[in-house]
């Protein structure tokens, strides 16, 4: 026995493993048992004071690209210093309250962050579906209809990386329709140069997008929920008009009637069976070049007026 604990595999390797798996055994117990909600609130509070003072002295470059936003965090340990629990912040702070607390880049690269992981985060839809709602203002008129809509030239908003993401993460099904479709068409409609680039996949195939529309529709009906599920149907319907306007605008720059344009391969069937007639409802949501396309490419498709 003496032997064995003076081995140096034994000195080296199995007492350091052996004491370090007593020392966090010891920790988990008293995280669970022992810290009263008050000590737990003060040790988050000191782990986030620590990332803000390391933050502070690395440079930006670094900070900006695998740190957390400054505001961000100030709001957090504000809130904790008030006396919230980790508990009650994640209760209290939405992704909307986030998002809102960070300007346009810092938005973009908490995204970027997100829609570049292997393995997606389980929250990814509720992150894009709350950057999508705070700015919607950029892509869908107000409910009444009253607002204007036009699409905008804004360098914060510009991300390769944000247009490749999403729009393979909405083909493969990770982040759902009625959340990829609001967050590319914000994109294209705040920078011209993500318009190019999303124009260049839809442009591709201009049914696929079609499709995920119609399977979208199905799974409402499938539901019982024609209106729409978290997301109303008319935001859907308007987002998805919009992108594909500015989608044919990036690629023939005429409202989908000059050869070559996206709507040479349309197929009727699927346009004219989802956007043949406008509700309202859209009508009311959707930006009015938007609607002046769809009705456009109706009547060179002869969609029936009756739905």
Sequence with gaps: MSKFFSSKITQNVLLPLTGFAAGWGIYQA????????????????????????VQ???????????????????SMIASMEKGYSEMEMSERVTFDEVLRECDVSEQICYLEEHATEDIPYFYIADVFHSWASINSKYYLKEEDGSSSVTQVNKKDFESPVLCKELWEKMKNGVIPFDVSVRALCLLAATNKKNARQIAANVRADPNDMLQLYTTYIHSLEEKGLPEGDTVPLADVAGSTLFLLKMSND?????LGLRRGSLTQGVDRDLWCGNFGVLPSAVRNRTADTASAFAEALSEKLKCPVDK
């Excluded at 008293?30 to 003072?53: C, E, F, M, V, Y």
């Excluded at 002295?57 to 900070?63: D, K, M, Q, T, Y």
């Excluded at 990036?250 to 005429?254: R, T």
């Design 56 to 74: 502070s002295i690395l440079p930006a470059s670094v900070s900006e690209q695998y740190g957390y936003p400054e505001r961000v965090l100030n």
């Design 30 to 53: 008293a995280d669970s048992q022992l810290l009263s909600d008050d000590s737990r609130r003060k040790i988050s509070l000191l782990n986030l004071k620590t990332i803000r003072g």
């Design 250 to 254: 990036a690629s023939s720059g005429f």
